[in-house]
T-cell receptor
Framework: DAGVIQSPRHEVTEMGQEVTLRCKPI?????LFWYRQTMMRGLELLIY????????DSGMPEDRFSAKMPNASFSTLKIQPSEPRDSAVYFC?????????????FGPGTRLTVT | TQLLEQSPQFLSIQEGENLTVYCNSS?????LQWYRQEPGEGPVLLVT?????EVKKLKRLTFQFGDARKDSSLHITAAQPGDTGLYLC????????????FGTGTRLKVLA
């Protein structure tokens, strides 16, 4: 398996622009997580989906952030409009949620810079 | 808000030394995981502990889950430069949720 795939790996954009981050989870996994990592705040959970349904979006900073999972093999995280304080590394992770399994597998991340 | 505090935040040691990293919380976790993250990559799972008091070994790494399932430790014996990285603990809260709370991280550097 190729693991969790994220694109783009790097994104540089100007303040006010729309940014879309993409994620393909591991085939067969039914949970998908979006995280943001910064030096100041560490790794923060933004939202997670189970069977394509958003379960907890309490970590989404504000209305400028939105996430979708139209099917089991694809998810997007959108920021509109972007601001410099959104600069961070955004990770997508997937897992098979069933029984006592709690193992997450992370993608390589998207480094976002908003100028 | 559940918090997972890790200590120390930074650790620089010589090859061959032993070290222990701690992960503490006031919350009870269903399970707890340890990850290692290298620059430019996502965290990679090292171990999952589920039962209070559980001890797991992974080569030179020993992981322990506290009896009350509120804390955990990671002990590395005879550290090597390849152990360098950011170590993160993560706890799952609740039995029917898969919401992970990540710790503040311990940045380890092992000098040759």
């Amino acid at each position: 398996d190729a693991g969790v795939i994220q694109s783009p790996r790097h994104e540089v954009t100007e303040m006010g622009q729309e940014v879309t981050l993409r994620c393909k989870p591991i085939s067969g996994h039914n949970s998908l997580f979006w995280y943001r990592q910064t030096m100041m705040r560490g790794l923060e959970l933004l939202i997670y989906f189970n069977n394509n349904v958003p379960i907890d979006d309490s970590g989404m900073p504000e209305d400028r952030f939105s996430a979708k999972m139209p099917n089991a093999s694809f998810s997007t995280l959108k920021i509109q409009p972007s601001e410099p304080r959104d600069s961070a590394v955004y990770f997508c992770a997937s897992s098979f949620s069933g029984g006592t399994s709690y193992e997450q597998y992370f993608g390589p991340g998207t480094r976002l810079t908003v100028t | 808000t559940q918090l997972l505090e890790q200590s120390p935040q930074f650790l620089s040691i010589q090859e061959g030394e032993n070290l222990t990293v701690y992960c503490n919380s006031s919350s009870v976790f269903s399970s707890l995981q340890w990850y290692r993250q290298e620059p430019g990559e996502g965290p990679v799972l090292l171990v999952t502990v589920v039962t209070g008091g559980e001890v797991k070994k992974l080569k030179r790494l020993t992981f322990q889950f506290g009896d009350a399932r509120k804390d955990s430790s990671l002990h590395i014996t005879a550290a090597q430069p390849g152990d360098t990285g950011l170590y993160l603990c993560a706890g799952v809260v609740g039995a029917r949720t898969y919401k992970y709370i990540f710790g503040t991280g311990t940045r380890l550097k092992v000098l040759a």
